[in-house]
Structures are given as C-alpha cells and as structure tokens.
C-alpha cells in the first residue's frame, strides 16, 4: 500500500493559487491518485483523481509528472471557504485499494 | 438523492460498555468503508464490504471491534468493552461500483468514552 507525503499546513491568501505537493515514491502500477477535502466535524469530500499527466474539473486541477512518484493539487484563487483539510490517496482502483489518508495538509486561507 | 446517514451522530459510553454504530449507505452502493478519525488525525481505514461481504477487515483495532453488513445495505460497527481509546469520530463511507474510486462520506459519530 502506497504511502503519502504531504505538507502539515500551509497558509495563502484569499484569490492565489495554492497548489499542494503529495509525495508517494512507492506508487504501484495500477495505482490511481485521489484528493479528498474535509472541513470540521464533516466527512472527507472527493475532489479530484487522476493517473496521469494533468486533470481538470471545475473546482481544482491535478498534475502529476511522468514517474507519477509525486502529485500537485492546484486551487485556483482561494477564498476563505477553502480552508479545510487536503488528503492525497494513493491506490489501486481495481480492488479499491485507496485507503490510506495520512495526516493531510491543513490549508489556511487569510483574508 | 440522500447522502450516507449515521446514527446517533453523538455517543458517550462509560468505559466497558458496548456501542452500536448505523451507517446508511447511499441507495444503490456497492462498497461501504468504515473509518476511525482520532482529534488532528487523518481518517484510518477499519473495513471495507463489498455488498454483504466483508472484503478486508485489516484495519480493525482489536477484536472488540466488529462490523456487519447482512443485507448489503446498512451496516453497523459495534465495539465491545469501550475503553478511553476508542474515543474518535467513525466515518462511514459507500462507493457505487465494486471497484472503488470515489467515496462518499457520512458526517461521522463522535464516540466519547469515559
């Protein structure tokens, strides 16, 4: 099971572009990539996933270099809403092997 | 549609009771998780169920903790002998397919033990 590294916390101000690095050195095959959002006292929220190279949907985007050993996690212009806690999994989708969250990355945005 | 509901959303046990938790997955879906989110942490995989079958069990604490799933449908976590360290937030999780990708998260139950 592939294991993540991410930044504790980092800070940002209101309308940048934050992106966050997720390390996974040890990433299999058929791993896929998965970013989560949790606010307090909610459940974790999908984001976004991706395999390879760059993934958009409306809310962020994904890239991830060719030896897939790290990925970024990109929010265009932050706003306060924002601030929450960014898990990256790493996982095999075909046996549903994503279930390892780490400690994520406390996002903080200042107005 | 209606999300993933848990039940009781809060619960405080005096230590060496057991606790029931309800999960009910969203209408339809295949795989359900069940978490364990201690204060400042990430969620920690339990199990895992795939329809009735309870794919991967791994992540189980100790015996104390058992989970169920008899319909394929709603499931509960029991804990046996509650002790202090069983104190955390249990997050139930359902995916539509039988290959996971996207999980769908409940609002958790924060268990207390005293």
């Known amino acids: 099971l592939a294991k993540t590294t991410q930044p504790i916390s980092m800070d940002s101000y209101e309308g940048q572009e934050v992106n966050i690095t997720c390390s996974h050195n040890?990433?299999?095959?058929?791993?896929?990539i998965t970013w989560y959002q949790q606010f307090p006292s909610q459940g974790p929220r999908f984001i976004i996933q991706?395999?390879?190279t760059k993934v958009t949907n409306e809310v962020a985007s994904l890239f991830i270099p060719a030896d897939r050993k790290s990925s970024t996690l990109s929010l265009p212009r932050v706003s306060l809403s924002d601030t929450a806690v960014y898990y990256c999994?790493?996982?095999?989708?075909?046996?549903?092997?994503?279930?390892?969250f780490g400690t994520g990355t406390s996002l903080t945005v200042i107005p | 549609g209606a999300g993933v509901s848990q039940s009781p959303r809060y619960k405080v046990a005096k230590r060496g009771q057991d606790v029931a938790l309800r999960c009910d997955p969203i209408?339809?879906?295949?795989?359900l998780f069940w978490y364990q989110q201690a204060l400042g942490q990430g969620p920690e995989f339990l199990t895992y169920?795939?329809?009735?079958?309870?794919?991967?069990k791994s992540g189980l604490p100790s015996d104390r903790f058992f989970a169920e799933r008899p319909e394929g449908s709603v499931s509960t976590l029991k804990i046996q002998r509650t002790q202090q360290e069983d104190s955390a937030v249990y997050l139930c999780?359902?995916?539509?397919?039988?290959?996971?990708?996207?999980?769908?998260f409940g609002p958790g139950t924060r268990l207390t033990v005293l």
């Open positions: 999780a359902s995916s539509h397919r039988e290959a996971t990708d996207t999980q769908y």
């Open positions: 040890n990433i299999a095959t058929n791993d896929y």
């Open positions: 991706g395999y390879k």
């Open positions: 999994l790493v996982g095999d989708r075909g046996t549903g092997n994503q279930f390892y």
């Open positions: 209408s339809g879906h295949v795989s």
């Open positions: 169920f795939q329809n009735e079958a309870q794919l991967d």
